[in-house]
């Protein structure tokens, strides 16, 4: 299709597909968050429809409503009603973008997890294409947006975003890709139960690491030109994904007051030299100087420190997991997957 165009592959290590995703018919559920998109329901089912069918699978989709109040509730529960594959879960009010992909999460049954959105941006003809890397053995595979139709100022934002995430992320984190993709049913499990609440998905993707790569997928306009979540919405998503994934603007105020202490060091030699050996000193100034840059230092430390302590307390309250096991060998434990 002209729509997408697939570049290079980011990952280059070899390695042997577990049989069991080669042989036999996968159950791959799609989950797709709505928020008041009525107006395309139809033609997305189809369009999903048309990408899935013939391909060696079985399929789900999984629309979660959130919030809807535009009738995009009824529309789907018509089209669960005339169609098996279509499962609906409505929320009882509009609980963002991110919690409705975390619903979606919980409620897939499938072998492996598609996550993309409802308003035709995310292209359906990619899906056979995650699967088959899925296949192949990878257990995350993510689009990558070849280029943006949204304004210069958006995209120039979305830009400045991710160079700066992966500059101070502490684990990497892919440039340009959003929540669309797939995720194998053990790497959706083990995001799903990660505890924390303010959730940046593509974050937590790469945080749990397993087989990742990415596929360039190209993104179309939104059919409406109408962004449901709003520019303050995407500012939230961004202060998320940077606090959640990085303690450098905590950490950074350790090296203002190394910073800090320099100056106070190198002005209290100035002033009391001035003071001691020469007469060019005014009365006052020097204990000015000291106490200024010296207060100034202190406050720099001392929220460094206290910084420190935030650190550990947001890690600890968090409760990330401290590993996550892919497979293990001649090792009793449940809940690993049988090594390939
Ligand atoms: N969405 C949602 N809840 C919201 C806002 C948006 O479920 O509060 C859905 C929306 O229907 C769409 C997807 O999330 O399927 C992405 O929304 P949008 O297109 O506004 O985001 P963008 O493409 O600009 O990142
Ligand atoms: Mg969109």
């Known amino acids: 299709s002209l729509l997408i165009a697939f570049g290079p592959v980011m990952t280059t290590d070899q390695f042997t597909a577990p049989t069991s995703r080669r042989t036999h018919r996968p159950l791959i559920s799609i989950v797709l968050p709505v928020y008041n998109e009525r107006s395309v329901l139809e033609t997305l089912h189809v369009s999903i429809l048309r990408a899935v069918e013939g391909y060696n699978m079985d399929y789900e989709m999984i629309f979660v ?79 990558i947006r070849a280029d943006r139709k949204e304004s210069r100022l958006k995209r120039m934002a979305f830009a400045a975003f991710y160079r700066t995430l992966s500059r101070i ?86 090296v203002i007051g190394m910073l800090a202490l320099g100056i106070f060091t190198a002005l209290a030699s100035f002033s009391l030299f001035c003071k001691l050996f020469t007469n060019l000193a005014i009365p006052g100034w020097t204990s000015h100087i000291l106490s200024a840059s010296f207060f100034g230092a202190l406050n720099a430390l001392g929220i460094s420190i206290l910084g420190e302590y935030v650190i550990r307390i947001y890690d600890q309250v968090r409760g990330r997991p401290i590993f996550v096991v892919d497979s293990t060998r001649n090792v009793e434990d449940e809940t690993a997957a049988p090594a390939a």
């Open 65 to 143: 409503d959130d919030g809807s109040s535009d009738g995009s509730s009824e529309v789907l529960d018509r089209m669960a009603g005339k169609d098996p594959h279509v499962r609906v879960v409505h929320f009882a009010r509009n609980f963002g973008h991110q919690a409705a992909v975390q619903a979606g999460l919980e409620h897939a049954r499938g072998d492996a997890v598609v996550l993309m959105d409802s308003d035709m941006q995310d292209a359906p003809e990619a899906i056979p294409r995650f699967v088959d890397q899925w296949r192949e053995g990878y257990d995350v595979v993510y689009a």
């Open 169 to 254: 992320a502490s684990t990497p984190i892919p440039q340009d890709a959003g929540n669309f993709g797939l995720v194998d049913r053990r790497v959706a499990r083990q995001i799903a139960e990660l505890q924390e609440r303010d959730r940046y998905f593509p974050g937590l993707r790469s945080w749990v690491g397993y087989r990742q790569i990415g596929i360039v997928v190209e993104r179309a306009a939104r059919y409406d030109g109408q962004p449901r979540v709003s520019f303050w919405g995407l500012c939230r998503l961004a202060k998320t994904a940077i606090f959640s994934f990085s303690s450098f603007p905590l950490s950074v105020f350790g």
